[in-house]
């Protein structure tokens, strides 16, 4: 069977399951509990899917069947005319979007014996995220504002599938002639996971791992503090794993592509997305805007990084820093001490070299080591222009001689998907001496005509 074969074969069997939902006016409280677990399954198995994939699939009834779920659960009025992100569509958009802040969430997926997160040897609860509808309800879980629900800023969560909120986003934007973006109602807004909202000054305490997937489309654009995929971070709460790409962060203060205050620890991520601070003594940078006491690693930042203030506090990495920061770069124009590199350099994989080889923070006792396993890079014509959490893609650092292998000569570290040395062909000639065999003119040996 070909892999075609195989991906509508895998449509088929989810559109069956989804034609097997009842109706949305059969569903009461007596078997909205069966109707949930098919809604898991459905969910699962659209987790493998391609975006590409989905579009295939019709996903009116399942709409229907969640919108009813939730109804009966008391997580959305009946007749709620405030539309926002439909959780069955990776893209979390719909045909009918309102300008008002109300989500449609949908309840990750609790696992209590899947995932030791924590890396301490025991299985702990953790959510499953693999829509934006899911990434939307754990952000309220944590921030405390779904209704009825408990606000849990301890929550586990994983990734399992790449989350697109708004499609092409940056390239989607349009600016006033004041820079301002102008079309800012077209896109579905963030609400950063543990916000610093009107009066919550939310942090988060659990451990968030991106399982090597990005989030991306997240925009925000308002006069709040604390703005990234997450706002603000106690000192044990743990973000790894994760890149936040094709995003836009516009907040006033503590501005970062993956946490706008940290106090734990940021491990293996990255951001492509682009970020601006508003007030005059802001804090702003690529992973974190204002580091509080906190650790990053492994991470790097090829996003823009800007603010309407001059004396703001602008950096690659971290805006204001008050916590180790190490193993972690950003793009720029020429190679500086604080980490920037070229693009030449990330392009030639030096970057996604030095991210997999970890670091270590603290001494003796004290140390702790950040594996940078996780990263890799397709190098060439058609490879990865930046680093990607993907170690099938694993970088080597290697000698790459002028020579060849039989008179190597001198030799230049390169970087390489391979962990051989790399050597000059060897130039053979016929041999005056032997018709039967050519000679190599920079070493001398010979093979058989």
């Known amino acids: 069977m070909t892999d075609a074969e195989t991906e509508g074969t895998a449509i088929s069997a989810i559109q069956a399951l989804i034609d097997a939902l009842p109706d949305a006016d059969s569903i009461t409280e007596d078997n909205v509990e069966n109707v949930t677990s098919?809604?898991?399954?459905?969910d699962e198995a659209k987790a493998e899917l391609s975006d590409a994939d989905m579009l295939q699939l019709d996903l009116t009834r399942y709409d229907a069947a969640i919108n009813k779920v939730m109804v009966l659960m008391g997580m959305k009025e009946e007749n709620d005319s405030e539309i926002a992100v439909q959780t069955n569509d990776s893209a979390g958009k719909t045909e009918q979007q309102s300008t008002d802040e109300a989500i449609v969430y949908q309840p990750a997926v609790e696992t209590t014996d899947k995932y030791d997160i924590d890396d301490d040897g025991e299985k702990e609860t953790v959510y499953e995220i693999s829509n934006a509808g899911q990434l939307y309800w754990f952000a309220g879980l944590v921030n405390g504002t779904l209704d009825g629900v408990e606000q849990n800023t301890l929550a586990n969560a994983i990734l399992t599938a790449n989350i697109t909120v708004n499609e092409n986003l940056l390239d989607s934007l349009q600016y006033d002639t004041e820079g301002n973006v102008s079309n800012g109602s077209d896109f579905i807004t963030w609400t950063p996971i543990a916000d610093w909202m009107g009066n919550r000054t939310t942090q988060y305490s659990g451990t968030f791992d991106g399982n090597n997937k990005t989030v991306s489309g997240l925009y925000f654009n308002g006069d709040s503090t604390c703005i990234?995929?997450?706002?603000?971070?106690?000192?044990?709460?743990?973000?790894?794993?994760?890149?936040?790409?094709?995003?836009?962060?516009?907040g006033n203060?503590?501005?970062?592509?993956?946490?706008?205050?940290?106090?734990?620890?940021?491990?293996?991520?990255?951001n492509a997305g682009n970020l601006t601070a508003i007030e005059s003594s802001a804090t702003v940078g690529g992973i974190c805007g204002y580091?509080?006491?906190?650790?990053?690693?492994?991470?790097?930042?090829?996003?823009t990084v800007t603010a309407t203030s001059s004396s703001?506090?602008?950096?690659?990495?971290?805006?204001?820093?008050?916590?180790?920061?190490?193993?972690?770069?950003?793009?720029?124009?020429?190679?500086?001490?604080?980490?920037?590199?070229?693009?030449?350099?990330?392009?030639?994989?030096?970057i996604a070299y030095l991210l997999s080889q970890g670091c270590t923070v603290g001494e003796g006792e004290d140390a702790v080591t950040y594996s940078g396993s996780v990263w890799g890079q397709a190098l060439g014509g058609n490879g990865d222009t930046y680093?990607?959490?993907?170690?099938?893609?694993?970088?080597?650092?290697?000698?790459?001689?002028?020579?060849?292998?039989?008179?190597?000569?001198?030799?230049?570290?390169?970087?390489?998907?391979?962990?051989?040395?790399?050597?000059?062909?060897?130039?053979?000639?016929?041999?005056?001496?032997?018709?039967t065999k050519h000679k190599c003119s920079i070493c001398n040996g010979t093979e058989e005509h």
Request: aromatic letters at 10%; proline letters at 2%.
């Open 38 to 42: 098919q809604l898991d399954t459905i």
């Open 228 to 250: 990234g995929l997450f706002g603000s971070s106690e000192s044990d709460g743990n973000i790894k794993n994760v890149g936040v790409v094709d995003s836009y962060f516009k």
């Open 253 to 270: 203060d503590h501005v970062g592509g993956v946490c706008g205050n940290n106090a734990g620890t940021i491990t293996n991520c990255y």
């Open 291 to 303: 580091n509080n006491g906190g650790t990053v690693t492994n991470c790097y930042n090829t996003g």
């Open 312 to 350: 703001a506090d602008i950096s690659g990495i971290c805006g204001y820093n008050f916590g180790p920061i190490k193993n972690c770069y950003y793009l720029a124009d020429t190679e500086d001490e604080n980490g920037g590199k070229t693009a030449a350099q990330f392009a030639s994989g030096e």
């Open 387 to 435: 680093p990607v959490l993907d170690s099938t893609k694993r970088v080597y650092q290697v000698d790459k001689y002028d020579g060849c292998e039989g008179k190597p000569g001198s030799s230049t570290k390169v970087y390489s998907n391979q962990s051989t040395s790399i050597y000059e062909e060897h130039k053979y000639e016929a041999d005056t001496t032997d018709s």
